[in-house]
């Protein structure tokens, strides 16, 4: 009796786990072939690759196709290699592709947190984004940017102490520290000092979101197989809601839930709930006529703290990423280094050797710099859509159902030799003003693009510029003992890219 309940069960699992996995095969598309339970994705379930390993292995595989197909479990995906066709997805059919569909497939139960606008969809996704885009105007962003020269100051104090000690520096952590500590000033409106005090609660919160455990990776695993059954349990580490939730609360109540004139994120929330009630037209619902409906949106505390939340994370490991990646790259080419430093010291003389808001938007070879190492090693390795409407690729004969993911592998497309001449090699002049517009349209996509595109993409390029600027104008990197010129990449990272085991540098003071 007990073997025959086992026969069953392993029956039942069987079919449960393999339903829906000849979707691309039925549709004639290439398509990397699938097992029970896991589909395609086994290395990544079992963290010998990462998701952006992975997607950029497909890219190079079928280097004829527009596009391929793959399984994460029982869901159907597909990788795009044409740039016409993300521009169709992530712009000119946007209303077909509006989704991230990273939360689960849950519209109705969403961790508080993820209530933001990197994982949020839909209504509640759109009503945010418009109440928010004014609070990243340039007007906005020079407010800001004091906030960022102290913090500048207390990197180049940082990296004086460790040049002195004449040991190598991981500069990861170094930028993570100057990161997280703008951003707990600019975000929270906190002085941290997490670029000296590595135990700060910042900087262990920064450290925390971005740790994957193996009870975090079982719960992603049950809800993305299983997603109405384990739609109540929170997949973002414990104790990251708590304190995101109690810090913000905390801070709401010092200002009385009012504007502080501190210019930082949490003043700007203020004053866009001060303008009540968010009213716009939805993308989810329709009018019998076919116009769309009204749909509203408060702003409340909670959902305040989520986009706190986010603003902290996305902003603290990509500019961290990208600043320290471009070090590295910068470190191997010091004729490059040195172009940035004359750069530097020459716009800097100008403005009373001062580092502002204006001298930075000046210095046009550093951020080619900063572009040419996004080019190579993009914080986010790729981009998902979750398509919503059924839909045909155009110049293609593949249509699509409600539900399909879609993947625009950016590391794949950033480094392919059609779009890039020798993209293994760190050559800032293509970004230069007479260069840049041979680069083809979509292929080059470090912020995003379209309506979903990063709506912090200024900040989180000025504040990195600065950084960059004020290191490099006391300091000079080379490459250390421990330095790889092609740095490994983390295996079980999920959606951004992170580079294993830090990126050890020499840091000396220029004469």
Known sequence: MIELVVIAVVLVLYVFSTQG?????????????????????????????????????????????????????????????DPELVKHVLVTDFQYFYRRGINYHRDTVIEPMLKNLFFADGDLWKLLRQRMTPAFTSGKLKAMFPLIVERTERLQHMARAGAAKGAELDVRDLMARYTTDFIGACGFGIDSDCINDDTSTFRQLGKRIFTITAREGIISGLKWMFPETFKHFHSLPPGVETTTVSLVKGIMEQRHYKPSQRNDFIDLLFELKQKGVIVGESLERRNPDGTPQRAELELDDLLMAAQVFVFFAAGFETSSSATSYTLHQLAFHPEAQRKCQQEIDHVLSRYDNKLCYDAVKEMKYLEMCFKEGMRMFPSLG???????????????????????????????????????EEPEKFIPERFSADRVNSIPNHVYLPFGEGPRACIGERLGRMQSLAGLAALLRRFSVAPAPRSRREPPRDPTGVILQRILGGIPLRVRRRN
């Open 382 to 420: 790729f981009l998902v859509r979750q398509c919503v409407h059924q839909y045909t690729f155009p110049g293609t004969d593949l249509t699509i159902d409600q539900g399909v993911y879609v993947l625009i592998p950016l590391q794949a497309l950033h480094n392919d030799e059609k779009y890039f």
């Open 21 to 81: 996995l000849d979707y691309w095969e039925k549709k004639d598309v290439r398509h990397e072939k699938p097992l029970p339970f896991v589909g395609s994705v086994g290395r990544i379930i079992r963290q010998k690759m990462s998701m952006t390993e992975y997607f950029t292995e497909l890219y190079k595989k079928y280097p004829e196709e527009k596009l391929v197909a793959y399984y994460f479990s029982r869901e159907p995906a597909v990788v795009l290699r």
